[in-house]
Protein backbone atom coordinates (compact mmCIF):
# COMPACT_ATOMS: atom_id res chain seq x y z
CA UNK A 1 0.00 0.00 0.00
CA UNK A 2 2.58 2.28 0.68
CA UNK A 3 6.36 2.98 -0.94
CA UNK A 4 7.60 4.97 1.45
CA UNK A 5 6.78 6.37 4.88
CA UNK A 6 4.43 9.22 3.11
CA UNK A 7 3.79 8.37 -0.64
CA UNK A 8 1.57 5.59 -1.28
CA UNK A 9 1.15 3.36 -4.31
CA UNK A 10 -1.60 4.66 -6.70
CA UNK A 11 -3.86 0.99 -6.89
CA UNK A 12 -3.59 -2.04 -4.51
CA UNK A 13 -1.18 -4.37 -5.87
CA UNK A 14 -3.33 -7.50 -5.22
CA UNK A 15 -6.82 -6.18 -6.72
CA UNK A 16 -5.61 -2.90 -8.56
CA UNK A 17 -8.55 -0.95 -6.67
CA UNK A 18 -7.51 3.01 -6.97
CA UNK A 19 -6.86 4.48 -3.49
CA UNK A 20 -6.94 7.71 -4.48
CA UNK A 21 -10.48 8.09 -5.08
CA UNK A 22 -10.52 12.18 -5.52
CA UNK A 23 -8.74 15.33 -4.77
CA UNK A 24 -8.48 15.17 -1.21
CA UNK A 25 -9.69 12.51 -0.26
CA UNK A 26 -7.37 11.73 2.56
CA UNK A 27 -8.32 14.56 4.15
CA UNK A 28 -10.34 12.54 6.29
CA UNK A 29 -7.43 10.67 7.64
CA UNK A 30 -6.15 13.60 9.03
CA UNK A 31 -9.20 14.26 11.52
CA UNK A 32 -8.43 10.48 12.43
CA UNK A 33 -5.11 11.08 13.34
CA UNK A 34 -6.16 14.94 14.97
CA UNK A 35 -8.89 13.46 17.04
CA UNK A 36 -6.52 10.27 18.04
CA UNK A 37 -3.87 12.81 18.98
CA UNK A 38 -5.91 15.70 21.08
CA UNK A 39 -7.87 12.65 22.82
CA UNK A 40 -5.08 10.94 23.90
CA UNK A 41 -2.88 14.14 24.89
CA UNK A 42 -5.39 15.36 27.29
CA UNK A 43 -6.15 12.14 28.40
CA UNK A 44 -2.55 11.79 29.64
CA UNK A 45 -1.95 15.43 30.11
CA UNK A 46 -5.04 15.83 32.87
CA UNK A 47 -4.10 13.01 34.31
CA UNK A 48 -0.03 14.42 34.85
CA UNK A 49 -1.25 18.13 36.03
CA UNK A 50 -3.67 17.18 38.61
CA UNK A 51 -1.42 14.43 40.14
CA UNK A 52 1.80 16.71 39.60
CA UNK A 53 3.70 14.25 37.71
CA UNK A 54 6.08 16.82 36.37
CA UNK A 55 6.00 20.62 36.65
CA UNK A 56 3.30 22.16 34.03
CA UNK A 57 6.35 23.62 32.13
CA UNK A 58 7.62 20.33 31.99
CA UNK A 59 4.33 19.18 30.93
CA UNK A 60 3.58 21.44 28.50
CA UNK A 61 7.19 20.74 26.22
CA UNK A 62 6.05 16.56 26.88
CA UNK A 63 2.66 17.96 25.35
CA UNK A 64 4.52 19.61 22.62
CA UNK A 65 6.44 16.86 21.76
CA UNK A 66 3.71 14.26 21.68
CA UNK A 67 1.24 16.76 19.50
CA UNK A 68 4.20 16.57 16.84
CA UNK A 69 5.59 12.87 17.08
CA UNK A 70 2.48 11.25 17.52
CA UNK A 71 0.67 12.46 13.71
CA UNK A 72 3.85 10.90 11.63
CA UNK A 73 3.94 7.87 13.64
CA UNK A 74 0.06 7.46 12.57
CA UNK A 75 -0.13 8.90 9.46
CA UNK A 76 -0.06 4.82 7.50
CA UNK A 77 -2.10 3.78 10.06
CA UNK A 78 -4.97 6.59 9.60
CA UNK A 79 -4.70 6.55 5.74
CA UNK A 80 -4.70 2.86 5.57
CA UNK A 81 -8.24 3.05 8.62
CA UNK A 82 -9.69 6.00 6.34
CA UNK A 83 -9.14 3.85 3.38
CA UNK A 84 -10.65 0.92 4.92
CA UNK A 85 -13.91 2.67 6.06
CA UNK A 86 -14.47 4.01 2.41
CA UNK A 87 -14.17 0.76 0.85
CA UNK A 88 -16.60 -0.80 3.33
CA UNK A 89 -19.34 1.55 3.29
CA UNK A 90 -18.17 2.32 -0.45
CA UNK A 91 -17.00 -0.23 -2.24
CA UNK A 92 -14.98 0.60 -5.43
CA UNK A 93 -14.42 -1.71 -8.73
CA UNK A 94 -10.96 -2.65 -9.61
CA UNK A 95 -10.28 -0.79 -12.50
CA UNK A 96 -9.16 -2.20 -15.67
CA UNK A 97 -7.33 0.18 -17.82
CA UNK A 98 -5.11 -1.55 -19.48
CA UNK A 99 -2.12 -0.10 -18.08
CA UNK A 100 -1.50 -3.30 -15.75
CA UNK A 101 1.90 -4.93 -16.49
CA UNK A 102 2.61 -8.52 -17.39
ZN1 LIG B 1 -6.65 -4.77 -3.05
Same mark, same amino acid.
Given at each position: ?7 ? #????? #?? !? ?10 ? *???? @??? =???ALTM???? @?? =? ?5 APNN ?6 ? =? ?5 ? @?????? =?????? *? ?11 ? !? *? !????
Open positions: MFRSWFKM #HDNCS #HC !NVSFQREPGFFL *GSIY @INY =AFTTGMY @IP =ALILEWQLIWYAF =AYTIIMP @ILLFRL =ARSLWL *GFDQLFDPQQPQS !N *G !NKQE
